[in-house]
């Protein structure tokens, strides 16, 4: 058979639309895709800090005896403050830098074992005026940003006039620890899903009085699945994670809310050694007892980052956070990681 304009019509293709060439060309050239898995980023709200959560994760086990070591910086500017009736509460202005080490080692058995050492810093930062003008430049609201002070650090929670939660200016102080151990029960393969189930426990190493912790021993549990494809990785995560409330707010008569989550995420190798990766999670506040709409939304925010190979397993990894849900979230978060990661079975 053959086609009008002489070719054998088996030998005729498809059509590409301009607009996929150019992806599907990048996706093509990826021979060696820098596939490791979502990037472990979360809600920097200070008071989400100080709630145990598992940070997204492959639905893949690491080899028995392999190690996974990841140092992060994630530096955050925060703005919102609101009222409700009987004296309740919430205000946070300022910047966080949160920090950690985190390790992973492959159990065996499809276990695989997670540990987080983090420090926080709050400080007044520097970026107030470039949001300002950023905000006013593209005609976004800023929340009242250009009237406040500039440069200072306060976050302060009251409930029926009392304190329930507060934070200061402070240099780098150590916060919770957590640890979690996670199951795959379905490894996945190309075009074949995976699943895992996780559980984690975080320590009270963080002052209390400082903000940085709630004081008591949280739990969470969750599971994690991964979909591998040819153009590259779907992920979804789900979590719940039973939390504790600080001294000052039991003697309130407050509770933080235990936090409900939500995420999911794509992976797309682009080129040789670097991946693009696009993550959304959604979380409930742990502060929504309070009962203001700037403490008790849920929280939705946008991460687009990627992951670019050094050397052999060693990755820079990188992010920016957009708030989706708007009065609620930190305004933007820089995060940055470099990290040592072999290939998961």
């Not at 053959?2 to 050239?29: E, I, K, S």
Request: hydrophobic fraction near 45%; proline fraction near 8%; include cysteine.
């Amino acid at each position: 058979m053959v086609a009008p304009d002489g070719a054998p019509a088996h030998h005729r293709r498809m059509p590409v639309p301009r607009a996929l060439a150019l992806p599907l060309l990048l996706v093509a050239c990826a021979t060696n895709p820098a596939r490791r898995g979502p990037l472990p980023v979360r809600n920097q709200h200070p008071a989400q800090l100080t709630v145990m959560h598992l940070d997204p994760a492959p639905a893949s086990a690491l080899r028995q005896g392999s190690v996974e070591v990841r140092g992060t910086a994630a530096y955050s500017s925060l703005f919102l403050s609101g009222t409700g009736s009987n004296g309740n509460s919430f205000a946070m202005d300022g910047e966080l830098l949160r920090t950690s080490v985190q390790c992973a080692v492959g159990l065996g058995a499809g276990f695989t074992a997670s540990a987080e050492l983090p420090f926080v810093l709050t400080t007044g930062g520097f970026l107030d005026d470039f949001l300002i003008d950023y905000h006013r430049f593209l005609g976004l609201p800023d929340q009242g940003r250009d009237a406040a002070p500039r440069n200072q650090f306060n976050v302060d929670a009251t409930f029926q006039g009392q304190p329930v939660f507060a934070q200061h200016a402070e240099p780098l102080k150590i916060a919770d620890v957590p640890l979690s151990l996670a199951w795959t029960a379905v490894a996945p393969h190309p075009g074949s899903p995976g699943f895992a189930l996780r559980a984690g426990v975080e320590l009270p190493t963080g002052n209390e009085d400082r903000g940085m912790g709630n004081g008591s021993v949280d739990t969470a549990i969750g599971a994690v699945a991964e979909l591998p494809l040819d153009w590259g990785t779907c992920f979804l995560e789900a979590q719940h994670s039973f939390v504790g409330s600080p001294h000052a707010a039991d003697q309130a008569g407050f509770s933080f809310a235990d936090v409900s989550a939500l995420g999911g995420g794509l992976e797309l190798p682009i080129v040789d050694d670097l991946s693009a990766l696009v993550q959304v999670d959604w979380e409930t506040s742990t502060l929504r007892n309070l009962d203001i709409q700037r403490a008790s939304h849920d929280q939705v925010l946008l991460w687009m980052g990627g992951r670019l190979r050094l050397e052999h397993d060693l990755f820079l990894e990188f992010s920016i956070g957009e708030d989706l849900a708007n009065y609620i979230s930190p305004d933007v978060t820089f995060w940055f990681g470099i990290a040592w990661l072999p290939m998961r079975r």
